[in-house]
């Protein structure tokens, strides 16, 4: 193992906040694999690059020699993770979480180390739990510890309200630690509560304290807010190469150097030069950029996938060329009485669109071409003879072809 100093280094880089650092120092001085525990609830069924950013430091603890336990919350996903809500978060069943689970668990390795990596299911300790273990459990905690966690504060002095069983969220996520006997836990800044109540629970059971080390929420692609679904500025650990390479190129350069710190492969000292010649502009942004765009298509598609993105990036945004290979739908164009095709259902059929309603909205933003010519918005039904044969494009990389 590299030296503790080194080490501690490294895993700073691109960290928010490591609670206490001091701790963290003193456990890797010890010269032995650290557990690393990151917890997380499969809500939803596939993640984006945002959502990597704690595997990335996962792998990181793995590249140093250390141990990593995945914890898929399938018990604390049914209550559901209060952190940054304003209302109660909808619960889900059985069914979804375990569906949710798996979908993520694919994604994660796609990250991880197999070899360092322990998977584990909370489910496995907290539905055994009884009244009596719950109890003893919780009266670790008093109502007002738990009411200084923002979200809860702020949804108390608002008269917003506050089901019972949220209160069990940060306290089944601490008991997590305990049971696997965590060294470090990781999380993102709005998680910080429930990390320290892990913290805390250790060391009033026995156990030696976590450190908390929290990373930053990764902006998205339109460089303002968190990268998100719901805003549509998210880059999908699933996504084809080539669109992931033309999203990671659409970020701003001001984004660069912390995509680079918390979504990429490459090594601190490496970020560490490219941030220096970026500020003394030796380096030339676009180059940077390009380099980041191969890299994390490389770290999922491989990198013979990445060079042919940046060959068809160039094709598309620097020659203005269309794809070579446009994929053909074959589907039906029925027209109706008055020989219109009604074109969001053709989108979402040609999977240019997850939905009739989704087509909708692409057109209306102006999202839609038809061979080149932006449709206006409202344009939903298009003569039948203007399709045949045509190009249809969505955004700026994505097209079929009409037979």
């Known amino acids: ?16 906040q490591i609670v206490p650092e001091e701790a963290l120092l003193e456990k890797l001085k010890r010269d032995r694999p650290l557990n690393i525990k990151l917890g997380v609830d499969p809500t939803a069924p596939d993640i984006h690059i945002g959502h990597a950013v704690p595997l990335r430091k996962l792998r ?16 604390t996903a049914l209550i559901g993770d209060p952190s940054g809500r304003n209302s109660t978060r909808p619960q889900l069943t059985s069914d979804e979480v375990a569906a949710n689970a798996q979908t993520y668990i694919d994604q994660a390795f796609k990250i991880l180390d197999p070899q360092k990596t322990t998977l584990r299911h909370n489910a496995e300790w907290l539905l055994d739990l009884n009244l009596e273990g719950l109890l003893k ?6 109502v007002a510890r738990i009411l200084e966690r923002d979200d809860f504060h702020n949804r108390y002095t608002q008269n917003l309200p506050i089901s019972v069983h949220e209160f069990l969220y940060p306290i089944m996520q601490a008991y997590d ?22 913290r805390e629970l250790m060391e009033k059971m026995g156990k030696e304290p976590q450190v908390c080390l929290t990373l930053p929420l990764l902006e998205g692609t339109d460089g303002v807010r968190k990268m998100s679904k719901s805003y549509g500025n998210y880059i999908g650990l699933t996504d084809a190469a080539d669109d992931m390479f033309g999203k990671v190129m659409s970020i701003p350069d001001e984004l660069m150097v912390k995509y680079y710190r918390l979504a990429s ?9 490219l941030e220096e010649g970026l500020a003394a ?16 298509v490389a770290a999922y598609h491989g990198d013979l996938a990445a060079i042919e993105a940046e060959v068809s990036f160039d094709r598309l945004f620097k020659n203005h060329d269309m794809p070579e290979d446009i994929p053909m739908f074959t589907g039906s164009l029925q027209p109706d009485e008055q020989g219109m095709v009604y074109l969001p259902k053709v989108l979402h059929e040609a999977s240019l669109a997850k939905s009739a309603g989704e087509g909708r909205r692409l057109i209306d933003g102006g999202g839609v071409k ?22 249809i494009q969505v955004g700026k990389r994505r097209f079929v072809k009409l037979a």
């Open 1 to 16: 193992m590299l030296p503790a100093e080194e080490q501690l280094r490294i895993i700073k880089s691109g960290t928010a």
């Open 60 to 75: 990181t603890f793995q590249d140093l020699g250390h141990q990593v336990t995945l914890i898929i919350g399938d018990g």
């Open 137 to 142: 459990i919780a009266s670790n905690f008093t």
């Open 177 to 198: 630690s305990v049971v696997i006997d965590a060294d470090v836990e990781l999380g993102g800044t709005d998680q910080l509560f429930n990390l320290l109540a892990g």
């Open 265 to 273: 492969t490459e090594s601190v000292d490496e970020i560490d030069r």
């Open 281 to 296: 502009g030796s380096l030339h942004p676009n180059q940077v950029k390009r380099a980041l765009a191969r890299n994390i």
């Open 370 to 391: 038809v061979n080149g010519t932006p449709l206006a918005a409202k344009s939903y039904q298009i003569a039948a003879g203007d399709l045949e044969g045509a190009v």
